[in-house]
């Protein structure tokens, strides 16, 4: 066991944020109203969009 936590732990982490990313690119296709034009036209709005999607996805993998 000695020298192996840290690895394991890095490859946990590595795929949990893959995971989250694959969840949030879901969560974007899912929502029509995130688009480009969103982000040219309100660029608040479309951070706020963002961050949900992130949030949500986090909270699934993380289970907070």
Known sequence: MKDKLNGHLFSVSI???DR???IVNNLIELDSSITEKLKFEN???WVQKMNN???TA???IYGD
């Open 15 to 17: 795929i949990a944020e």
């Open 20 to 22: 989250i990313n694959n």
């Open 43 to 45: 660029q608040l709005l």
């Open 53 to 55: 999607s992130k949030n």
């Open 58 to 60: 986090e909270e699934i």
